[in-house]
């Protein structure tokens, strides 16, 4: 038995999620863009879940374009700025996910794009200032943050960062992975471009997701083909991911009020249990619980001769966390994120995260069995 503290790297599928992939995988095999009756009801069963989510987040179901997940997602909104709609610089940061500083990198070192990074303090704050002074010295440029980060949880104003954009005519675009279906998002009000979601960090099914593109940008595929989502990214629709996407998201977003009230209080607990039980111990993003991703508690251990050993020790005690980014555990080459918060070499930093299906159990084992591994 495996206690499963890995919710910001993946989640299990709702049960009713599974029902209703499992109701049109039998049922509706229909290409979306066949003309008959069997492709049409497809295409009407799609355009229902593509309507569900743009009420969610309120945007128009024309800004919402399928993709595979949030990687996907992310590299249409920088790749398409810079080579539809005229930027020439990006600015973001050094603790984005890879998805963005891989595709940002990419189109500086093609000298498609100059690349600025702004200025975070130690808990992965951004420093606004100088995001103002980037973005008054290059106006026009793609704004991209994450609004939560996946490894230490800090989080973004968005509404500040939106009215920077604003007052520099530049375009904003939010890696948005991990607060879909935990934050209630509204891109109307927080004046967004661009943002991502991944159906499986709530829930859903892995390898769906969704690009929200506000539709006054035009913008051209980057994967060519077929004329399926407005010609704006051909293939064939994951239609049954599609449809698992739409009701993890219609069933989480109805939740948010109460999820987040237990998970913040699970979250505090595990960090006051930590503290009791763990000499050293400390705790890597902001402690403010208004600053922080509530599902997100990353520990940093006092130097231990196990080293990174001890994420191996803690799965054969039966708990599952992550070290670092699971995104990019099999290049296991260590946190850029925690490299650039310059947390120190000899400590090890212990990601738990949580999710609707973690209970005050599973904290108290997970707690037992950290100190356990610190200690012996
Ligand atoms: C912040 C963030 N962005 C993007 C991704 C990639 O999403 P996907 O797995 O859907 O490609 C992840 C996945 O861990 C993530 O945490």
Redesign the pocket.
Known sequence: MHIYLDN??TTPMDPEVAKAMSEVIANCYGNPSAQHAIGRNAKGIMEMARRKIAELINAKPSEIIFTA????A?NIAIRCAVYDLGVKHIITSPIE?H?VLNTATELHEKGLAEMHLVSINEKGEVDLNNLEQLAAKYPGSLITL?HAN?EIGTLLDLKKVSEIAKRYNCLFHS?T??TMGHYKIDVEELGLDFL?C?A??FNGPKGS?FLFLKNTHKIKPIITGGGQEKNLRAGTENFYGIVGLAKALEISNAIIPEKQKRLQALKSLMRDLIISEIPGVDFNGPAETDKSLYTVLNVSLPPNPSGDMLLFKLDIEGVCASGG???SSGASKGSHVLAAIHHPDNRTGVRFSFGKYTTEEDIRFAVEKLKKVVLE
């Open positions: 910001a790297a997940g949030g990687t996907e992310d996910h998805a994450m996946n890696d992975v991990q991502v991944s499986h960090k997701g980014s699971a995104c």
